[in-house]
């Protein structure tokens, strides 16, 4: 147990969200630098870019466009740095998904600390709020979580007419990263762990994670479903909201635990690799849930919901139909290797129980999908 006893709260200083944001980025911006570099890969550039540009402009941001590399990895982090330092940008822009704005995060931070803005055009992650970015491999496994950021996004600018728009997996995908917050916070505060923010959980924190759980099941289902008409509804609003930025400061300052170590043991699989970041992650807090023993009626109500959403509970929905225990084991170890967040649960866990959790979580999983159908 460590000897840490003050509790921290980390947050950006600024948070935006609405159909149609995306024209206030210049006014939001300017507040910040005089020239941004914009980060953004050519889809995303396709259906925000002149909306972005002509906000900017507006608001007398010059700006200098960078087409994103598609992956945030070391490679692309140093590339963006050097064409930042090349045109003297002052601020640093991402728009797109998580490995976009992680990346313009990044930069930001080793261009002496710039001001960055993540406007995600999807609500698949909570990256765009939180001060450390994830870092992967050429080949997409996890490479380690870059911590050094020591600060938020400047600005986070949601434009949920984007969020509607885009195909309902993400914002389901979201849903599974969000639902695993309150889970892994609970677990965190339990074992008095250090969270990524540097502190133990306030309670402040632990009420947003709490509340991102309660916004996901009372409106879950109904954002989905705007989601899948692409049409902007309140519940949609909320459950953005709830991906975003609810789970980004529950995670953030409560901490993570199983649920995404096990993520990260499943990225070393190459069979995991057509599935997003919260799908892998609803797997994960399902085998936590098995691990710490927690009551059925609380594992039901975590199934049924991944069910009305349509998020994966069994190891064949992420591509390891036919993982064998050789498989499921290497899986174990990269989920459990040191520093892990996994470390983070209120006991000691080692690859067999991470193993043992995810073979009973899969059976039960079906056996329960077998009986509801
Ligand atoms: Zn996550």
Not at 51 to 79: H, N, P, W, Y
Request: glycine share 10%.
């Amino acid at each position: 147990m460590n000897t840490v006893t003050t509790r921290v709260l980390i947050s950006p200083p600024k948070y935006v969200q609405g159909a149609g944001a995306m024209r206030e980025l210049g006014q939001h911006v300017s507040q910040l630098g005089d020239h941004a570099l914009v980060l953004a890969d050519d889809g995303v550039w396709g259906f925000a870019g002149e909306t972005a540009e002509k906000s900017l402009a507006d608001a007398g941001v010059r700006m200098t466009r960078e087409t994103f590399g598609g992956k945030c990895t070391q490679v692309e982090i140093d590339r963006i740095v050097a064409r930042v330092r090349e045109v003297g940008a002052n601020v640093v822009i991402g728009i797109g998904g998580g490995m976009t704005v992680d990346t313009a995060k990044s930069v930001g931070f080793i261009c002496d600390g710039i001001p960055s803005v993540s406007a995600p055009t999807v609500a698949s992650t909570d990256a765009p709020t939180s001060a450390h970015a994830v870092i992967y491999t050429e080949d997409g496994a996890f490479d380690r979580y870059f911590f050094g950021l020591h600060r938020n996004p400047n600005l986070v600018l949601v434009d949920t007419a984007y969020i509607a728009n885009a195909p309902s997996r993400f914002i389901v995908s979201g849903m599974g990263d969000a639902l695993a917050t309150w889970y892994e916070a609970r677990a965190c505060v339990q074992a008095r762990s250090v969270a990524m923010a540097g502190g133990l959980a306030t309670d402040a924190a632990l009420s947003l994670a709490r509340l991102c759980w309660e916004t996901l099941m009372e409106y879950g289902v109904q954002a989905k479903t705007a989601a899948e008409q692409h049409v902007v509804t309140p519940a949609l609003e909320k459950v953005t909201e709830a991906n975003t930025l609810l789970s980004g400061l529950g995670f953030e300052s409560c901490g993570l635990a199983a649920a995404h170590g096990i993520h990260n043991g499943f990225t070393a699989s190459p069979n995991t690799g057509a599935f997003m970041h919260g799908e892998k992650v609803n797997m994960g807090t399902l085998a936590q849930l098995v691990m710490e023993g927690s009551p059925t009626e609380e594992i039901d109500t975590f199934l049924r919901f991944s069910h009305e959403v349509g998020l994966p509970t069994t190891l064949a929905e992420i591509g390891l139909a036919d993982a064998g225990r050789e498989e499921l084991l290497a899986i174990a170890r990269a989920a459990t290797a040191e520093g892990e967040t996994t470390h983070n649960m209120p006991f000691a866990v080692t690859p067999g129980m991470v193993l043992d959790s995810l073979v009973a979580a899969d059976a039960y999983a079906r056996a329960y999908a077998k009986k509801h159908g």
